[in-house]
């Protein structure tokens, strides 16, 4: 079975571009978590929906980040316009809403410059 | 608010020894899972091992074993006969099991690493 699925895996920007990140969960699950990882603040959750709906947005850092999810096999989190700081590791994960573990995808590595 | 403490930044041990990896946590929910992830060089996060907080044994997954201690509030992580492919970074992380509770809390993580 295909696990998350995550585009690009690398993405290198200028600053005041725009960035899209792509998920695609593991099929049958009805959450989905956008995660970032960096040096300074370890893993974060920046924002989670069930059954596409937005469940809690708190961790998104400031209105430069929007995540939408149209359909259950897709979700975009969306970066404009980028600025350095936002250089992490970008992980999107899935479960079943009632299960215990979530599955990580490969994570994309963002570098704004 | 919940919390999870890694208080060991990096970790040294010998091939086939066993290896307890520390994690302490702070919540008010009365009802939690504690987790362990490994997250090898490569970066993915790859799930190894779950406890639920009103389960009465410890869990174990293969050479994976979670020592649960409620009280003290700690979920230590137990490899025994360490090999070279646990080198990796390892993080405990909590959610509450209320409705709706599904936002995990990670540590900051241990780095193991697995000489010959």
């Known amino acids: 079975d295909a696990g998350v699925i995550q585009s690009p895996r690398h993405e290198v920007t200028e600053m005041g571009q725009e960035v899209t990140l792509r998920c695609k969960p593991i099929?049958?699950?009805?959450?989905l978590f956008w995660y970032r990882q960096t040096m300074m603040r370890g893993l974060e959750l920046l924002i989670y929906?069930?059954?596409?709906?937005?469940?809690?947005d708190s961790g998104m850092p400031e209105d430069r980040f929007s995540a939408k999810m149209p359909n259950a096999s897709f979700s975009t989190l969306k970066i404009q316009p980028s600025e350095p700081r936002d250089s992490a590791v970008y992980f999107c994960?899935?479960?079943?809403?009632?299960?215990?573990?979530?599955?990580f995808g490969p994570g994309t590595r963002l570098t704004v410059l | 608010a919940q919390k999870i403490t890694q208080t060991q930044p990096g970790m040294f041990v010998q091939e086939k020894e066993a290896v307890t990896l520390d994690c302490t946590y702070d919540?008010?929910?009365?009802?939690?899972?504690l987790f362990w992830y490994k997250q090898p060089s490569s970066g993915e996060m790859i799930f190894l091992i779950y406890?639920?907080?009103?389960?009465?044994q410890n869990a174990t997954e293969g050479r994976y074993s979670l020592n649960f201690q409620k009280a003290r509030k700690s979920a230590n992580l137990v490899i025994s006969a360490s090999q070279l492919g646990d080198s990796a970074m390892y993080f405990c992380?909590?959610?509450?099991?209320?409705?709706?509770?599904?936002?995990?809390?990670f540590g900051q993580g241990t780095r193991l690493t697995i000489n010959p």
């Open positions: 994960a899935s479960s079943l809403s009632q299960a215990n573990e979530q599955f």
């Open positions: 099929s049958g699950h009805n959450s």
């Open positions: 929906f069930n059954n596409n709906v937005p469940i809690d």
């Open positions: 919540t008010s929910d009365p009802s939690y899972g």
């Open positions: 406890q639920g907080s009103y389960d009465q």
């Open positions: 992380a909590m959610r509450g099991l209320l409705q709706g509770a599904q936002k995990l809390v």
